[in-house]
């Protein structure tokens, strides 16, 4: 049946003041009653003097739904109550810290229908390196050294988009982490930093690390370690067959034997240490109790390309410095007199059994340069 036809049935079973226009217009003016359908599409549902008008739904559970949304929950977003913030103040939310704390506030907004709370920052900043935990209930994080007031806004948001504001203060004390701590090492100097780096050790030329507490004289600076120095990074000059530079690292058990062979006196064994880095010894190894270095001497670059010998300072003749190797297995530690500083270091041997050749294993003492905090 078309839309007309039940109009026109209307208009007869009701026809006391029902008008049917045909220009597709319903007017139904029943005492206390109008229904109106406007040719705009409007439609106006409207009760006599003080008579009222009911939408019910089915008795089994339906809804009424306004513009999509079930009415019951329009009404209770509607009546719903913003959440409140737990123990604010007048001033907002007040927060004292010191650099380099871990900082935990808690963040306490009460919804008063129990609703799952969203907290954002929407005005202000926070201190850097502090965030709102993902299932955001907190502030955390570490705040910077630095003295500084912060000042931000937090929005907790309920899920009828209610929301509450509060105002968040953090005041941040610069702390002198060297009075604090004492944390420089063996005569290490101290300086106060502010942010991320809290304070550099300026360290004496024996030590090095973030605390001076690596001692240059007995560390290792990797050369026994191939993810320190990689293959690349040893070669050698006039290498025995199959006894390749990479083999001449302390401990070394890999390939054709255990240890970088030269053919002679001239031969030497090359490490480039990636970086500069101050030398103080050399710990070396034999192949063999007849396949071993017994004196060697050192030379050292810091470019790749002018290298100078060690020389022996305590005699007044200008002679390279001999440094003594092993002919045993066991790691053997020379101390260079006066450390080194140096990218590139060859050792030449100079002593070995005379109806052989000269072979070793070696690490290096010292620091890398960059593992000296000072400039
Ligand atoms: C009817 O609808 C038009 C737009 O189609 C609107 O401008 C007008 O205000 C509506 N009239 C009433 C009484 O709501
Ligand atoms: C909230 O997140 C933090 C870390 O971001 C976690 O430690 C904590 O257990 C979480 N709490 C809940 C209730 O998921
Ligand atoms: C570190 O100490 C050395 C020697 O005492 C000094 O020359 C240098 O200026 C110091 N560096 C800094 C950054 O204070
Ligand atoms: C080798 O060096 C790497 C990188 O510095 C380090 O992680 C590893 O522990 C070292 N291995 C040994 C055996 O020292
Ligand atoms: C060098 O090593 C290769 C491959 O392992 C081997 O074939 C060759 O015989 C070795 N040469 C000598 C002189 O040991
Ligand atoms: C070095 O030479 C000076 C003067 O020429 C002399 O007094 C000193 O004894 C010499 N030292 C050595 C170790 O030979
Ligand atoms: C090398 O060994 C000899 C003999 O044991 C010793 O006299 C000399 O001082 C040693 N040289 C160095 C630099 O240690
Ligand atoms: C405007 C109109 O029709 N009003 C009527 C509403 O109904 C009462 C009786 O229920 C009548 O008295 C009114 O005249």
Redesign the pocket.
């Known amino acids: 049946m078309e839309l007309k036809a039940i109009v026109f049935l209307i208009c007869v079973l009701m026809c006391n003041e029902a008008t049917c226009d045909d220009g597709g217009i319903l007017q139904i003016h029943y005492p206390n009653i109008s229904i109106e359908a406007?040719a705009?599409?409007?439609i106006?549902l409207q009760s006599g003097a003080d008579a009222s008008v009911y939408v019910i739904p089915g008795i089994n559970g339906g809804s009424v739904y306004f513009d999509g949304e079930d009415l019951l929950y329009l009404i209770k977003v509607i009546n719903g109550l913003p959440p409140v913030w737990k123990d604010h103040s007048s001033i907002g939310f007040f927060h004292t810290a010191f650099g380099g704390e871990n900082v935990n506030v808690k963040l306490e907004a009460i919804d008063p229908e129990n609703m799952k709370m969203e907290y954002k920052v929407v005005a202000g900043t926070m201190p850097p390196g502090l965030t709102i935990d993902s299932n955001g209930s907190r502030i955390t994080g570490k705040v910077p050294d630095v003295d500084a007031l912060y000042s931000f806004t937090v929005r907790a948001t309920n899920s009828y988009d209610k929301y509450a504001d509060a105002v968040f203060r953090m005041q941040i004390i610069e702390r002198n982490q060297c009075l604090l701590n004492h944390p420089c090492q063996h005569g290490g100097v101290c300086l106060d930093m502010m942010g991320d780096i809290p304070y550099q050790c300026n360290c004496t030329e024996q030590y090095s690390g973030m605390n001076c507490e690596i001692r240059c004289s007995t560390n290792s600076l990797g050369v026994k370690n191939t993810s320190v120095i990689p293959e690349a990074m040893m070669s050698a000059y006039l290498t025995r067959e199959n006894y390749t530079a990479t083999e001449g690292r302390l401990g070394s058990t890999a390939g054709e034997g255990k240890g970088w062979c030269g053919e002679n006196d001239n031969s030497w064994l090359q490490i480039d240490l990636g970086s500069l880095a101050r030398i103080f010894g050399v710990i070396s190894q034999s192949y063999s109790g007849t396949y071993y270095t017994g004196s060697y001497f050192m030379s050292y670059s810091v470019d790749g390309t002018n290298f100078n010998d060690l020389m022996d300072s305590s005699s007044n003749t200008t002679s390279k410095l001999l440094l003594n190797g092993t002919s045993n297995s066991a790691s053997y530690t020379t101390d260079l007199p006066d450390p080194v500083m140096a990218r590139f270091v060859r050792l030449h041997p100079v002593s070995y059994s005379s109806s052989h050749y000269p072979c070793q294993r070696v690490d290096l003492l010292g620091c890398y340069d960059e593992d000296n905090m000072s400039p």
């Open positions: 406007d705009n599409g409007n106006t």
